[in-house]
C-alpha cells in the first residue's frame, strides 16, 4: 500500500492542492483566508478572555493570557481532531464518481483529507506560537513535547476517520452519527472548562475518554511549561495505533466493495 501511495504521490498532493484552492475560489483575499479566519479566533479569545471577562484559573492568577493560552490549546488541537474525523467520514462518497471513473489506489482519499487539514492545522499552530512568543508565554523547550503528543493524536484521528468513512460507506446514517456525538464528545472533554471544577465522582470517569489525556498534555505543555506525562498516554497510544491497524485491515477487506455500493 505504500508503495502505490509513493508512486501515486503526485495525484495526492495535486488533490490536497486543489482542494484548498477550491475553499477560496472567487473570493478576493484566496488563501490570505486561512492565515486572517484563526488570526481573528486568536484575537477575539484573548481580547475577550483576557481583556474583558478575565476569568482565572488556579495558579495562574496573574497571567493575564492564562485562560486564552488554556482555550486555544485545546480548541485549537480539538478543531484539528474534529475537522480529521469530521472530513474523512464522508471522502469515499465525496469521490464517489471519480472512484467509479478512475482506476488508482483508493487509499490515497484519506491521505488527501489528512493532508489538507495537516496544512491548515499547521497555519493555524504557526499563529499559536507567534501569539505565545509576542506575549511572553512561549513555552521553550517543552514545546517539543508537543509533536510527540500530536503524533498520537493523529493516529488516533487517521484511525477513527478511516473507520468511519470505511462504515459510512455501506451505512449512511454514521455521517450523521458522527456529527452529533463529536458535539457530545467535544462538551465531555475539559477544554472550554478546567476538571477541577467537575465533581469528583466525575472527574474519576474521565480516564475513558481518550482525548483527555491528549487535551491534557497539550494545556500542561502551552500554559504550565511542564513535559506530558507520558505513561498517561501510553494507552491511548497502544489504543490509537490498534485503532489505526484495525480500521486500515477494514478499509482493505471491503475496498473492492466500496465502489459497488457507491
Not at 492568577?61 to 481532531?81: K, R
Request: glycine content about 8%; hydrophobic content about 55%; charged content about 10%.
Amino acid at each position: 500500500m505504500f508503495r502505490s501511495l509513493w508512486e501515486y504521490r503526485g495525484f495526492i498532493l495535486a488533490n490536497v492542492a486543489r482542494e484548498f484552492r477550491q475553499r477560496y475560489t472567487n473570493s478576493l483575499l484566496g488563501g490570505l483566508w486561512a492565515v486572517l479566519n484563526p488570526l481573528t479566533m486568536i484575537v477575539i479569545y484573548t481580547v475577550i478572555f483576557a481583556g474583558i471577562m478575565r476569568p482565572r484559573l488556579a495558579g495562574q492568577e496573574d497571567n493575564l493570557f492564562a485562560y486564552s493560552i488554556y482555550l486555544c490549546a485545546g480548541l485549537l488541537t480539538w478543531g484539528a481532531f474534529a475537522d480529521m474525523v469530521g472530513r474523512m467520514q464522508g471522502v469515499f462518497i465525496q469521490y464517489g464518481n471519480l472512484i467509479k471513473k478512475s482506476n488508482f489506489p483508493r487509499s490515497c482519499l484519506p491521505l488527501i483529507v489528512a493532508l489538507a487539514v495537516l496544512i491548515d492545522f499547521a497555519i493555524v499552530m504557526t499563529l499559536y506560537l507567534a501569539f505565545l512568543l509576542v506575549t511572553c508565554n512561549f513555552p521553550g523547550w517543552v514545546v517539543l513535547a508537543f509533536p510527540a503528543v500530536f503524533l498520537i493524536q493523529l493516529a488516533f484521528s487517521l484511525g477513527l476517520g478511516l473507520l468511519t468513512a470505511t462504515l459510512n460507506v455501506f451505512f449512511r446514517d454514521v455521517g450523521q452519527f458522527v456529527g452529533v456525538v463529536l458535539q457530545f464528545w467535544f462538551w465531555l472533554t475539559p477544554i472550554i472548562y478546567s476538571a477541577s471544577i467537575l465533581p469528583e465522582a466525575l472527574r474519576d470517569w474521565l480516564w475513558l475518554n481518550p482525548v483527555y489525556p491528549l487535551m491534557t498534555a497539550y494545556q500542561g505543555i502551552f500554559l504550565h511549561h511542564v513535559w506530558p506525562d507520558w505513561s498517561s498516554l501510553i494507552g491511548v497510544a497502544a489504543g490509537s495505533l490498534a485503532l489505526l491497524l484495525l480500521s486500515g485491515r477494514l478499509f482493505l477487506k471491503l475496498a473492492g466493495e466500496i465502489v459497488d455500493e457507491l
